[in-house]
């Protein structure tokens, strides 16, 4: 990426954020010379940001405006860059860095005012002659009587799809307002709602727009955000498939006009719905911060948006005009995400017990010739908690065409391998090849209309099933040969039977002979089935593991966390916990006993407790509802029966798996 030649004014720059913004930002400030300053909690003292940074001050919270601050004066600091959520699109702290004497790297506190509110920002824009969606409502209606469906409900002060909710008749949309109201209260602090009409067969395409004090501004080229799931960005790429040079110049005109209208500064972004059909494009919102999905523009255009809105917010020029600004190649981005697309893309959490991420370009490494670029925040023994967001990282692929920019992504996620805790890799993997994704041929509801081809239902292959059990078959180190469980008996050598748990049901394995020489394997793939003899061979070499069944030899990434093993390989991660046949507690789905027990579906907080011990409940009734990293989820009854154990309180933190409440069946 191009380094321009002048260096912004500033020596000290703190970072107000973390993961893999804080560390993306990071890098840039490395590549200018600048001092960069981290902020961490005390949970996230050993996180990558952290790592990365020259320096780090422990802070409260994230969302703590006056310890950012203080920080940022103890530090040393001139300025603050925000990156993005937390405190980006937040004009209060934009004038509170401005009342201690630092600079906000972002746009002015009245830019972020007007954008911030999406009714406001509607009516700002269309007096400028920008188009807006159809429909709408005005401050102060009852939203209940709307009536023009299908409808989409946005939190006014909302922003990356919280608390956004579709609904498709009357008799939704109370329930649909209260989920979005309290989602918006939870994520924003402001629970004011909009309506507006739902656009069918809508595409989500945007415009990078770049203004500086001196009255420039210009746009950066657009990005299709299309392929989306609960209107969270998936997969982004630049530019759109869709747009020409002539729609390209019409958007980005509409865009630099948005911003204009509010005297905007800095990068931001402007959001168009696009009808599929006709080519029509409305204003949807400005996001006054730098995008999750920045870099596909800048690998396409070869410019730092980062270094960029340093220099303005030093008060430079920006250093070329529309005119020259030159779109090269294609880019696309897959946003790795905590969730388990098997569970219906539940978050998940654990600790990072082996990472590999694919190699390549790195912020301020020069011209793209061909790469792939990560923005990651994951490093090896960390833990993922769910009080964030729960994307990880980012995997940025580019190449001269579309076709080879999406081969390159693919390979790139093949390479990323992450241990500990379950990821959307596969399921990135599988969207990307979709045929009507290969062709261009998307709109923001196509994720969930092929879903079930994205999420196959098969378990662990059976050379996974078998290497994880000659895994745990495996003698240790200096063990005494006569305690070798070899299976060898006087006439024949017998079977030792293993029972691997994996989130898919619950698989007996039975092993004789020893794994690194001869074995032979049965892999039933029920509780009480067995298959026929494989002979396999298990070789280990660090955190390498090679297993040979039958004729067919398969690599894996090796990691293992008390009784459970972790195995990777092509981006998929697979975790299997063993119980041996006949020790104590051993017994088929032991972990997940009894139909009327309750149990979390993600690590979360409980934050709405529906029922009471003593209630009569019927099978898919409401009992609780548990957030984590701003999303909502209703757990229900598994059975008509009555409540007979509710050990939980909103309020409380909760586990996976923790019991939330039991049902008795036909208690009376």
């Not at 609960?230 to 747009?243: D, L």
């Not at 430079?316 to 030159?326: A, C, G, I, M, W």
């Not at 890799?425 to 045929?435: D, E, I, K, N, Q």
């Not at 074995?519 to 298959?531: N, S, V, Y």
Request: charged content about 25%; hydrophobic content about 45%; glycine content about 10%.
């Amino acid at each position: 990426m191009t380094t321009l030649t002048t260096l912004p004014m500033f020596t000290c720059v703190l970072v107000a954020n973390r993961g893999e913004i804080a560390v993306r930002v990071i890098r840039t400030l490395r590549a200018l010379g600048i001092t960069s300053v981290a902020v961490h909690t005390a949970s996230d003292a050993d996180a990558r940001h952290v790592r990365e940074a020259d320096t780090a001050l422990q802070i409260p919270k994230y969302l703590d405006m006056g310890a950012m601050v203080a920080a940022a004066e103890a530090s040393g600091a001139q300025a603050v860059h925000p990156g993005y959520g937390f405190l980006a699109e937040n004009a209060e702290f934009a004038r509170r860095c401005a009342e201690a004497g630092l600079v906000f790297v972002g746009p002015p506190p009245e830019a972020i005012d007007a954008m911030g509110d999406k009714i406001r920002a509607k009516a700002t824009v269309s007096a400028a002659g920008v188009p807006v969606v159809p429909g709408g409502a005005e401050p102060g209606d009852s939203l209940l009587s709307w009536t023009d469906f299908p409808a989409l409900i946005k939190p006014s002060a909302g922003g990356g799809g919280k608390g956004m909710v579709l609904v498709r008749s009357a008799a939704e949309l109370p329930d649909a307002l209260e989920s979005a109201r309290r989602t918006a209260r939870s994520a924003f602090g402001d629970e004011t709602l909009l309506i507006e009409r739902y656009v069918e067969n809508p595409r989500h395409i945007e415009i990078q727009v770049l203004a500086d004090a001196h009255g420039n501004v210009v746009h950066l080229g657009e990005r299709e955000c299309s392929l989306q799931r609960r209107h969270q960005k998936i997969i982004e790429e630049a530019p759109s498939p869709f747009v020409d040079a002539a729609m390209r110049e019409r958007m980005g005109a509409a865009a630099v006009e948005a911003a204009r209208a509010v005297g905007y500064m800095s990068a931001g972004t402007v959001e168009f719905i696009v009808d599929g059909t006709t080519g029509e494009h409305h204003f949807m919102e400005m996001n006054t911060r730098l995008q999750v999905e920045h870099p596909v523009t800048e690998l396409v255009t070869d410019l730092d948006l980062v270094e960029l809105q340093l220099r303005v917010a030093a008060g430079e020029p920006l250093p070329f005009t529309q005119d020259e600004v030159r779109l090269r190649g294609h880019a696309v981005e897959a946003r790795v995400y905590a969730e388990d697309p098997a569970r219906g893309f539940l978050p998940t959490g654990g600790r990072v017990l082996r990472l590999a991420e694919p190699g390549g370009l790195r912020v301020g490494s020069g011209p793209v010739e061909g790469g792939v670029r990560v923005d990651s925040g994951l490093v090896e023994g960390g833990v993922v908690g769910s009080e964030f967001d729960p994307m990880l990282a980012k995997v940025i692929a580019w190449a001269p065409t579309r076709e080879a920019a999406f081969r390159r992504l693919d390979q790139a996620l093949a390479e990323t391998v992450v241990l500990g805790v379950i990821t959307n890799v596969p399921f990135l993997r599988a969207l990307a090849a979709h045929p009507e994704v290969r062709a261009g041929e998307l709109d923001t509801g196509l994720v969930e209309r092929v879903l079930p081809a994205l999420v196959p239902a098969a378990g662990p292959p059976d050379e996974v099933l078998a290497a994880a059990a000659l895994a745990f078959h495996a003698v240790p180190q200096g063990t005494d040969p006569w305690e070798v469980a070899d299976g060898w008996r006087v006439g024949e050598r017998a079977w030792t039977a293993w029972r691997l748990e994996s989130r898919d049901g619950v698989h007996t394995i039975q092993v004789r002979g020893l794994p690194d020489k001869s074995a032979e394997i049965r892999i039933g793939r029920a509780p009480q089935e067995t298959g026929e003899a494989v002979p396999a061979r298990l070789v280990v070499d660090g955190a390498k593991l090679t297993i040979t069944l039958a004729d067919r030899t398969h690599h894996y990434t090796l990691a293992r966390h008390d009784d459970t093993l972790w195995l990777g390989r092509d981006g998929q991660s697979w975790a299997l916990t063993r119980h041996r046949i006949g020790d104590p507690g051993d017994r088929p789905g032991a972990a997940h006993a009894g139909d009327g027990v309750v149990r979390s579906p993600m690590p979360g907080t409980v934050l709405v407790v529906k029922a009471q011990p003593g209630d009569r409940v019927s099978a898919g009734q409401p009992l609780l509802i548990v957030e984590a990293m701003k999303m909502e989820h209703t757990v229900t009854a598994p059975c008509d029966g009555r409540v007979t154990e509710l050990p939980v309180q909103a309020g409380q933190p909760v586990d996976m798996d923790a019991v939330l409440a039991v049902v008795t069946a036909g208690e009376s």
